[in-house]
């Protein structure tokens, strides 16, 4: 009987360390169009490169940071990684 069980939780691991790596990835993936949603002008924002800046304008695709008084850049919308907090 320990035999059967046995063979049936090697066969389980890697089925349940698929079903974990999909949800995170999910969970990932919710997170980032969660972020995306919430970006405004004037927030502070970090590049996923670590570039600080402050959103000065915002399209579908792009959005151009202030990263120096006077110097705005634009930047891949999907590059931004997280809201600095107040």
């Known amino acids: 009987m320990h035999a ?3 063979n049936l939780l090697i066969l389980a691991l890697p089925f349940l360390l698929l079903v974990f790596l999909f949800w995170s990835q ?3 993936q919710q997170q ?3 972020l995306q949603s919430s970006i405004a002008v004037g927030d502070q924002v970090v590049t996923t490169s670590g570039l600080f800046g402050t959103v000065t304008q915002l399209s579908d695709a792009t959005a151009d940071l202030e990263i120096a008084p006077g110097v705005v850049v634009r930047w891949d919308r999907r590059a931004i990684g997280s809201k600095v907090a107040a």
Do not use: E, F, S
Request: glycine share 22%; hydrophobic share 35%; proline share 0%.
């Open 26 to 28: 999910r969970k990932r």
């Open 32 to 34: 980032a169009v969660q």
């Open 4 to 6: 059967g069980l046995g």
